[in-house]
């Protein structure tokens, strides 16, 4: 069973629906979160800052690759580097985005502790 954004049963009455520019950015926002690689890059620099061959060794990606995902992932506005000599670091800069990824992340672990739930079987096979 699932329950609604505001809670089951805690009787708050109806809530408005968000704007059509609230909704578009937060499918633009998912949609980046989307691969697999930008979430990992994201869950990693959560943890700690980080430079591109740091994020490459941990999420197992080229160099290349890594750098167009920051790349995005900085347009977005998640997150932000600086120059500490020859090296550019990351961190992240939108700690409600981080939040919300390890909202998710730890209720999708715990329920692959037990059983995933057969709509989210179907998705990932």
Request: proline share 5%; charged share 20%.
């Amino acid at each position: 069973m699932v329950e609604s954004i505001e809670g089951a049963g805690q009787g708050r009455g109806a809530v408005a629906d968000p704007s059509s520019e609230v909704l578009a950015e937060a499918a633009a926002l998912f949609g980046l979160l989307a691969s697999p690689p930008r979430l990992h890059i994201v869950w990693a620099l959560a943890q700690g800052e980080s430079d591109v061959s740091g994020l490459a060794e941990r999420v197992g990606g080229a160099l290349p690759a890594i750098s167009q995902h920051l790349s995005k992932l900085k347009l977005a506005g998640l997150v932000r580097s600086r120059r500490e000599g020859r090296r550019v670091v990351y961190v992240v800069d939108d700690p409600d985005t981080v939040a919300m990824m390890r909202t998710l992340v730890d209720q999708l672990t715990a329920r692959e502790a037990h059983t995933a739930p057969a709509g989210l079987r179907r998705l990932s096979g």
